[in-house]
């Protein structure tokens, strides 16, 4: 199930335009990179970027650059706060004459998982809660990837990261549930809220494309694969990113006003053992011997959730129940 | 020692490798990597140092008695710092089939030991990039102070703390074991080290100094990640559709759309994932192994 398109109908649609140059010094394959490349396409030229600490602030090392519009490097914590500055400082210019309206910009905010799940989750609650016009894409690779991969609390559950290792006494490794940062958002009701896939490039085109419409925040939870924390080859990248959409662990949907739809619900799920077994940080679910107990949990996690899907969104319900899962 | 690679080779593992096989050993060991805000494909320094003593030294190796590079278009870049402190060296091994290519230029005067680690890497583990352990026992040989087997033990206690299977630690331990029995050791002379110490009276600057801004937009593109490249994705226009799925899912943009809408890569910058050849419908695109990446 597809909701209808309004804006594009398939890739080729996508705007051409590159807005971020060639050269940026991030990993080959980065799934946040892939990211911020197409919602940037849809967003244009005027944008001013607030990143948090974390991969993407490689970007910017002077002296090098692959942005074309602006951007504003802050601490982990304190992005969506750097954000309402630079949103003032534009009503400002604006107001006193000085910024026309065809160089209006947009705030976006780029962070990684651990700014948005926990060192910059109040600066951003309390920026939804004044209904500050900005956008947020959170590139969630699940892990504090640029200092080595350590857990964040959006890791998942029975991931290997480098300070949740395989032990005897943790042998799923993170034995912590991922944060649900989609149902923490939504219970400030923000205008408009949404999950993103690299791998759906036009549900993600589709998605930003009606946020621009919005006053207010408008908030994107991306799952960004990346090679190097997750341990996959870098050309597996978009396959694995289709993988976490079709196992139906990585769901796509959208939130206005805190009413929630659901806009691409695969016709047959995956077993999310499909997802699992490339990656590295998971191995240990395969190898020496499978361990059938997290599995079953990841499983059946999924599984609940749908579940529920169902019952909220009866609309969806015919894609879902022709959908069999991997129990 | 001193380990030059790229970002991606496992420079860092290989200073490990021979760190623990050391240790192993019964040594004194010290092994660290340093890399800059850059990511797969940077050039990467690692260092080990080796005892029978206690090891005081702290920091970066400025004059090694071994230098180990792990590729040779690192030789033409100097910010990248492989000759430091040659003149002193031992040796110098490249991984490289073109020592003679080298040589010919005549530009260092050290000792120079040469053994293609990518194609035996390749040919072990089906992978070019990953370098570790190659280049671990090449260095573990020349110095001369560990034995295969201890080689052995370095590589496997690593490849099972990186969560390697065991199949492929096997193929890795072959690999070790090829390296080492192609190799010599290398005659390291004692040296001397004294130092002085110096204080240094630290000034204030002005503070927009720790704050650098960059006022050229896109400037990135002046940097070639084309040279992190180890296969080249290479698009046969024949049955190309030009359904621009390749354009759109391209990481860092290095695909451009021509006027008939054709896919150009820009070989400047592509940095070789080959996330696009994976996404052709028509299976267009194949890939090469990267020989010379700019
Ligand atoms: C308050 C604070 N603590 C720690 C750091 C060091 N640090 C820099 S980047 C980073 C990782 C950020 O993780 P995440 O937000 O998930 O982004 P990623 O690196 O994964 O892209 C950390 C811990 C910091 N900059 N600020
Ligand atoms: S570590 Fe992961 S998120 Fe960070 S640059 Fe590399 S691929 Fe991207
Ligand atoms: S190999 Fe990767 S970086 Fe190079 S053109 Fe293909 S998708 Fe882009
Ligand atoms: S994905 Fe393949 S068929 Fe489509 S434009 Fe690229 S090379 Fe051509
Ligand atoms: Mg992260």
């Not at chain 1, 892939?34 to 396409?41: D, I, Y």
């Not at chain 1, 990841?298 to 899907?309: A, G, L, P, S």
């Not at chain 2, 990039?129 to 001369?144: D, E, K, Y």
């Not at chain 2, 006027?259 to 400047?268: A, K, R």
């Amino acid at each position: 199930m597809k909701v209808p398109r309004e804006f594009y109908k398939g890739p080729k649609d996508i705007p051409h335009e590159e807005e971020l140059s060639p050269g940026a010094p991030l990993c080959a394959g980065c799934g946040g990179l892939m990211t911020l490349r197409l919602m940037h396409k849809v967003l244009g030229e005027n944008v001013v970027i607030v990143n948090a600490a974390g991969c993407m602030t490689l970007m910017a090392t002077y002296p090098y650059s692959p942005i074309r519009s602006s951007w504003l490097y802050t601490t982990m914590g304190s992005v969506a706060a750097g954000a309402q500055g630079i949103r003032d400082a534009l009503d400002i210019r604006r107001a006193k004459g000085k910024l026309s309206e065809q160089d209006e910009m947009k705030v976006l905010v780029l962070a990684g998982d651990g700014s948005t799940y926990d060192m910059g989750l109040s600066a951003t609650s309390a920026a939804i809660h004044r209904r500050l016009d900005f956008w947020y894409l959170c590139y969630d690779n699940e892990a504090y990837g640029n200092t080595g991969f350590q857990m964040s609390s959006a890791s998942p559950f029975a991931s290997r990261t480098t300070t949740s290792p395989i032990g005897q006494q943790e042998p799923e490794g993170t034995f912590q549930e991922k944060k649900d940062m989609f149902e923490l958002w939504r219970a400030q009701k923000p205008p408009y809220m949404a999950t993103v896939s690299s791998h759906e490039v036009v549900d993600l085109a589709e998605k930003v494309k009606r946020s621009m419409a919005i006053k207010g925040p408008k908030l994107f939870l991306a799952l960004a694969v990346c090679p190097t924390g997750w341990g996959f080859d870098p050309r597996m990248g978009d396959e694995l990113a289709h993988l976490a959409v079709k196992t139906g662990i990585w769901p796509l949907k959208e939130a206005v006003d805190g009413v929630v739809r659901h806009t691409l619900i695969p016709s047959r799920f995956l077993p999310v053992e499909e997802y699992l077994r490339p990656q590295l940080r998971f191995r240990h679910l395969f190898e020496p011997a499978p361990h059938t107990e997290a599995m079953q949990a990841i499983q059946q996690k999924v599984d609940r959730y749908w579940e529920q899907v169902r019952k909220d969104e009866p609309a969806a319900s015919p894609a879902l129940n022709r959908g069999t899962s991997g129990t | 020692m001193r380990f030059h690679g790229r970002g991606g080779h496992g420079i860092k593992t290989a200073s490990r490798i021979v760190g623990t096989a050391a240790f192993l050993a019964g040594y004194e060991v010290q092994d660290s990597p340093i890399y800059g805000a850059e990511r797969r494909g940077a050039p990467v320094t690692a260092f080990t140092r080796i005892a029978s003593s206690a090891i005081l030294e702290r920091g970066v190796i400025t004059q090694p008695d071994l230098i180990i590079c792990g590729d040779e278009t690192l030789l033409e870049s100097p910010a990248s710092g492989v000759l430091n402190g040659v003149e002193q060296a031992a040796a110098l091994f490249i991984n490289t089939r073109n020592l003679e290519a080298i040589r010919a230029q005549g530009k260092l005067h050290v000792r120079m030991v040469a053994l293609d680690i990518t194609q035996r890497t390749s040919d072990r583990i089906g992978k070019a990039s990953a370098l570790s352990v190659g280049l671990g026992a090449a260095a573990a040989r020349l110095s001369g102070l560990i034995s295969c087997e201890q080689l052995g033990e370095g590589v496997r206690t690593e490849l099972e703390e990186l969560g390697l299977d065991a199949p492929m630690i096997e193929k890795n331990l072959l690999l070790a074991q090829e390296v080492y029995a192609e190799l010599e050791t290398v005659t390291v002379e004692p040296r001397k080290f004294s130092a002085t110490a110096v204080i240094h009276k630290m000034g204030y600057d002005h503070v927009l100094l720790g704050t650098p801004s960059i006022l050229a937009p896109g400037n990135a593109e002046a940097r070639q990640t084309g040279a992190w490249r180890v296969e080249r994705p290479e698009i046969d226009y024949d049955s190309c559709t030009r359904c621009g799925l390749c354009f759109v899912h391209c990481p860092d943009g290095a695909i451009a759309l021509d006027e008939q809408g054709y896919p150009v890569i820009d070989y400047d910058h592509c940095k070789g994932c080959l996330i696009c050849l994976e996404q052709c419908p028509r299976h267009s695109i194949r890939s090469k192994k990267e020989v010379r990446s700019w």
